[in-house]
């Protein structure tokens, strides 16, 4: 353990609020965290998580000690939405014989897999202690970790489950405080139930544990024994119950800190919860229970179904948004400059901004050895990841204390040797680019950085001055005539 442990306060949304985190055991902190569904590019909604519970890896490390925190993110490869994909994908090939449906599954989730490890390694998050697949946790194992078919065994052995119509399905009624995290009750939620649906439930709120797969869904030899007689249900795992499956296998029945965006609460964590405590008997599953905010455009959740969506991989390999590529590090302060619970409003402004204060950083720590983070600095962070206040503490140190600077930078996983490096190699590459540089981009940026001054933000202002100069294009800062108003103007340099 470091010498002298900072007192960390978190927000727990189990009791809606701000709470001195006290570990269960200080040489073993235990933090799980909802990862990856693998069927499709990660997008930039999705980084949040992943960059959020990174800042808080790395600070548990710094205050218990780098081999005191155990944090385990799932992946999960099993999912209609996967299996949706491989039908739609190598259909023809499954129904010529020519592939698997397991194999083909696979297809789609491997290259996922890869593709996510290198997007989020790319956004500065060291890998987690264990990243479990949920196929590998699905039967008893032989290593005797934790599965999802014993859970669901102790779930019929206790009472908490029953099955119907080639389901087995958790029933909501056996657990007095169902619905505790969510602070849904019961009754709202029957109110609200398409009864016809789920005909086959006992209660509207019941939730599947298990359902029985067809030839073209993938599945396994689940054997349950209900009423004394073992049967056998060739099917799959519900939505909720591999990560109680999984924090088990590696946490234990009750651990410290568990984590996810704020749309898993209601069910996915609810049900989390319904289904560990009830299998093993326990008052809780996870002490704390942490929830980021959404990532948004024009005021909207970015996700897949709406369509408002862009990768990461777009983000940091193509021009797709901005009419650039930008850095990892970039990425992630721009998400660290909102505190974690609250909306990001996405845009490239705040792109603009993020990229324009790390080059300020880089040149200003160039040469400098990092020391240590600032009282207030660690003060701002072990206050529930308070960033935006980091962030404003680190830019303010920027001139009074640079080592200090590069010390929390990267505390928080933000690289600034590498920053200045890129930087440097970025202008040297620039005036090729212009030809790359499309007038629309231009526009842009010249009235993001119109926005930028009259917010005084001078540093941001100049850096894409400065970026666009490198590109070839020089600006031309005017008056309108009419009205007085600063305008820009721009040219092809020659
Ligand atoms: P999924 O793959 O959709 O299950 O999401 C993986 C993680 O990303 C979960 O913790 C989600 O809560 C989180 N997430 C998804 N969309 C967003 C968003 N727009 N903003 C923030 N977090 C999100
Ligand atoms: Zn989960």
């Known amino acids: ?14 009791t809606r609020s701000k709470e001195v985190f006290s570990p269960i055991d200080p040489a073993n902190v ?52 996967i299996n ?13 014989g020519r592939l698997g449906l ?18 989020v390694t790319a956004l500065g998050c060291l890998p987690p202690d264990q990243q479990p697949r949920a196929t590998e946790f699905v039967l008893p194992r032989a290593d005797g970790k934790a599965d999802m078919v014993s859970l669901i065994q102790s779930l019929i052995n206790r ?24 602070r849904r009750n019961l009754d709202e939620q029957q109110a609200g139930a398409r009864v016809a649906v789920d005909a086959h439930k006992k209660n509207p709120a019941d939730f599947v544990l298990w359902k029985e797969s067809s030839a073209d869904e993938p599945g396994w030899d ?6 004394g007689q073992p049967i056998t249900i060739h099917g799959r795992p519900g939505w909720h119950i591999e990560c109680s499956a999984m924090s088990a ?15 898993l609460i209601f069910p996915h964590h609810e049900n989390e919860i319904a289904q560990s405590r009830c299998a093993h008997g326990t008052a809780v599953m996870a002490n704390v229970w942490m929830h980021n905010g959404f990532l ?14 862009v990768t990461i991989h777009e983000l940091l390999e193509t021009d797709k948004f901005g009419g650039r590529k930008w850095p990892g590090d970039v990425l992630r302060l721009a998400m660290l400059m909102t505190h974690y619970r609250e909306p990001i409003d996405f845009s490239v402004r705040r792109l603009e901004e993020a990229d324009a204060t790390l080059t300020d950083w880089a040149k200003r720590t160039d040469g400098v050895s990092a020391t240590r983070p600032s009282p207030a600095f660690l003060e701002a962070l072990t206050d529930d990841l308070s960033s935006a206040a980091i962030v404003a503490e680190l830019h303010a140190l920027r001139k009074s204390d640079p080592a200090a600077l590069k010390a929390g930078a990267e505390l928080m996983g933000v690289n600034l040797e590498s920053h200045r490096t890129r930087s440097l190699t970025h202008r040297y590459e620039g005036p090729q680019a212009h030809k790359a540089i499309s007038e629309e981009a231009i526009g842009d940026k010249v009235s993001n950085r119109l926005a930028l001054i009259r917010e005084k933000n001078w540093a941001a202002a100049d850096s894409i001055r400065d970026e666009l100069l490198a590109q070839g294009i020089q600006l031309k800062d005017g008056k309108d005539p009419a009205t007085g108003e600063r305008i820009t103007t721009w040219e092809v340099k020659r």
């Open 84 to 96: 949706a994909r491989a039908l739609r994908d190598y259909g023809a090939d499954i129904a010529a």
């Open 249 to 263: 296998a590696y946490l234990g029945e009750v651990f410290d800190i568990h984590g996810g965006g704020l749309d």
């Open 296 to 309: 948004q455009v024009e005021g909207k959740k970015m996700s897949k179904s709406d369509g408002n969506f």
């Open 222 to 227: 689940g054997v349950f024994r209900i009423g």
């Open 159 to 182: 009472g908490h489950a029953y099955a119907a119509a080639g389901e087995i399905l958790f029933d909501t009624t056996s657990m007095a405080e169902y619905g505790r995290l969510s």
């Open 102 to 119: 397991n194999e083909a599954i696979r297809k789609v989730t491997e290259p996922t897999y890869e593709q996510y490890q290198k997007d």
């Open 1 to 14: 353990m470091a010498e002298n442990p900072q007192t960390l306060r978190l927000y727990n949304t189990l």
């Open 30 to 81: 235990r933090m799980y965290v909802c990862g990856p569904t693998v069927y499709d590019y990660a997008h930039i909604g999705n980084a949040r998580p992943a960059i959020v519970f990174d800042v808080l890896y790395r600070l548990l490390r710094h205050v218990y000690g780098a081999d005191h925190v155990t944090y385990v993110r799932n992946i999960t490869d099993v999912d209609d939405k």
